[in-house]
């Protein structure tokens, strides 16, 4: 089992950039699949990008292809998600999400969340 924490979220400028960091509880975090989700007021959680355990394959959402980095540090299990260029339609609550399904990635099914972390990006 594994228990996750976000931090690094805020108020950010339209162009800014944020970096949030997930930090994860759990001696083999390495085996899990990782992935990052948002959910603006009024809207369904979506995928943001996700990462594969076995190889470090990324996957992201269009929208955030070129601007937004998923990386991970297994040594101090923690995941991060690297944001530039952000734009107002970013602004939701971001989750960190684990699993140690690798298939994670496609299905977009996780065991495991995070709290959340606010991000708002203003105009």
């Known amino acids: 089992q594994v228990q996750l924490v976000e931090s690094g979220g805020g108020l950010v400028q339209a162009g800014g950039s944020l970096r949030l960091s997930c930090a994860a509880s759990?001696?083999?975090?390495?085996?899990?699949?990782v992935g990052w989700f948002r959910q603006a007021p009024g809207k369904e959680r979506e995928f943001v990008a996700a990462?594969?355990?076995?190889?470090?394959?990324?996957y992201y959402t269009d929208s955030v292809k070129g601007r937004f980095t998923i990386s991970r540090n297994n040594a101090k299990n923690t995941v991060y998600l690297q944001m530039n260029s952000l734009k107002p339609e970013d602004t939701a609550v971001y989750y960190c999400?684990?699993?140690?399904?690798?298939?994670?990635?496609?299905?977009?099914?996780?065991?495991?969340w995070g709290q959340g972390t606010q991000v708002t990006v203003s105009s």
């Open positions: 759990g001696r083999t975090f390495s085996r899990y699949t």
């Open positions: 999400a684990a699993d140690t399904s690798p298939n994670a990635v496609v299905t977009r099914e996780f065991d495991y």
């Open positions: 990462m594969k355990w076995t190889d470090s394959s990324t």
